[in-house]
């Protein structure tokens, strides 16, 4: 296997601080972005639940990719309240595609680094899928909603106890998204998935498996 590499991405006059691990089975060449929560409320891409997705994908040997939203970390910029931040997702998804050849991507994202990066689903039709890990539709508001919708596959994952994400109008919002699309309660999970990171991961895993098929 080879190791994970820290590395920049470059945007124009911003770099992203990222880490990448690259599997060594070259005949699949998908890659996973990893988003990480809120950066003012102290999220960034060492994260619980980013950290255990990443750890997982790298011992599952799928390639991944995480990084710091800008102004987070070592991270140049500033927070932008999401447009800048939805760039950043954009300039990851170039950065695998073009400067290391991948030929699909599939997005995770944990609150509202599922809003951001599930925002970018049909910037290139190279993304094939999304998973959404409390998407906090309620929080971010209705344009980030309209920007995840899509055609292509979906997995929402949702803890049964998340009060920021409120689980009681997951369905709700669930129900706007087209089809192909399929959910994940975890019972007794809030938010912050304290105890229930092998559960998200394991999950997200298996998302990969069927759109690597």
């Not at 409120?166 to 699309?181: A, Q, R, S, V």
């Amino acid at each position: 296997m080879c190791s994970v590499e820290k590395i920049f991405i470059s945007d124009n006059d911003r770099k992203l601080e990222a880490e990448l691990y690259t599997s060594s089975k070259l005949e699949v060449p998908i890659a996973t972005l990893v988003c990480h929560p809120h950066p003012q409320y102290g999220g960034n891409m060492y994260n619980n639940v980013v950290s255990c997705i990443f750890d997982n994908f790298i011992q599952k040997n799928v390639s991944c990719l995480r990084f710091n939203f800008r102004g987070v970390g070592c991270s140049t910029g500033y927070h932008t309240n999401g447009q800048g931040e939805l760039r950043d997702v954009k300039a990851c998804i170039d950065f695998l595609l073009n400067e290391h050849n991948f030929e699909k991507v599939i997005i995770y994202g944990y609150s509202y680094g599922a809003a951001i990066g599930c925002s970018a689903i049909n910037y290139c039709k190279q993304i094939i899928g999304y998973c959404a890990i409390s998407f906090p539709w309620d929080f971010m508001g209705s344009e980030y909603k309209n920007l995840s919708q899509s055609e292509k596959h979906k997995l929402f994952i949702q803890g049964n106890r998340d009060n920021i994400a409120p689980y009681k109008n997951f369905k709700k919002h669930y129900d706007y998204y087209l089809e192909p699309k399929r959910y994940r309660i975890i019972n007794g999970a809030d938010h912050f998935y304290l105890g229930f990171e092998t559960k998200v991961a394991d999950e997200s895993y298996e998302f990969f498996l069927i759109l690597s098929e």
